[in-house]
Nanobody, 126 residues
Framework: QVQLIESGGGLVQAGGSLRLSCAAS????????MGWFRQAPGKEREFVAA????????GYADSVKGRFTISRDNAKNMVSLHMNSLKPEDTANYYC???????????????????WGQGTQVTVSS
């Protein structure tokens, strides 16, 4: 069982940066693949970024590639999402997700994740 708590959201101007963090409970965090998803009002939840259990593999949605960076610190049970050059269309509630997986591939499909955080709101003003 893993519990996930996101933090770091807020209001930022376009072009600015934010760092989201996801703190995970449980002693086996290092065996979990992690992902970030987002959902804007009236829209479906969409994939943002994901990282394998070791951190050796990462993947990004085309819309954030080159602007966002996902990383993890297994010693601290933490996964982060560094967001640069933010745009108004990045405004959404951002969710952290986890799935036990020792594979090297990243998981981009929300239905494959077993655990979710409560989300943190990111608002980018123009």
């Amino acid at each position: 069982q893993v519990q996930l708590i996101e933090s770091g959201g807020g209001l930022v101007q376009a072009g600015g940066s934010l760092r989201l963090s996801c703190a995970a409970s449980g002693r086996t965090f290092s065996t979990y693949a992690m992902g970030w998803f987002r959902q804007a009002p009236g829209k479906e939840r969409e994939f943002v970024a994901a990282i394998s259990w070791s951190g050796g593999s990462t993947g990004y949605a085309d819309s954030v590639k080159g602007r966002f960076t996902i990383s993890r610190d297994n010693a601290k049970n933490m996964v982060s999402l560094h967001m640069n050059s933010l745009k108004p269309e990045d405004t959404a509630n951002y969710y952290c997700a986890a799935r036990e997986s020792r594979g090297t591939i990243v998981i981009r499909t929300s239905t494959r994740y077993d655990y979710w955080g409560q989300g943190t709101q990111v608002t980018v003003s123009s």
